[in-house]
């Protein structure tokens, strides 16, 4: 297997969850840009938070994942989707952390536990090699 990569099989392994993490991400996004976070606001002053940083989340979901799939600064951005799903949690999902959901079984919060474990594994291990080089632009 590694010889059909040329050798390189974990900076491929890396790629994938980059790919994985900042493509559904985006769609997280994407939906924000549709539907506004206005809704956010109310969740974020009940816990004594200014409104305004629910215009945070367009950084978490838009341009955090950008840079995950380009490889570029993905550590930092990895701790920025991190840190979202903390805060989506804290804000909005805590009755669910210990519950299991009626359809089909799974835990409460197990879509941002999957976002929040696969950004901090990005955060250990780093991009890889297949990634935007920040030298030429272009892909190594």
């Known amino acids: 297997m590694a010889n059909l990569f040329g050798g390189k099989t974990e900076d491929v392994g890396k790629l994938v969850l980059r790919l994985t993490v900042g493509g559904l991400m985006l769609f997280h996004g994407i939906g924000k840009i549709q539907h506004g976070v206005e809704w956010m606001k109310q969740p ?9 940083l629910a215009y945070g989340v367009y950084i978490a979901e838009l341009l955090a994942p950008a840079l995950i799939i380009a490889g570029y600064r993905a550590r930092l ?34 879509l941002e536990a999957f976002f929040f474990l696969a950004a901090m594994a990005i955060f250990f291990i780093g991009s890889g090699k297949l990634k935007l080089s920040k030298s030429s632009g272009v892909w190594e």
Not at 44 to 49: D, K, N, P
Not at 99 to 106: C, F, S, W
């Open 44 to 52: 974020l002053t009940a816990h004594h938070l200014p409104g305004f």
């Open 77 to 110: 951005a990895s701790l920025v989707i991190a840190f979202d799903m903390v805060m989506a949690v804290f804000l909005v999902q805590r009755e669910q952390l210990l519950a299991i959901k009626e359809a089909g079984g799974g835990w409460g919060i197990e």
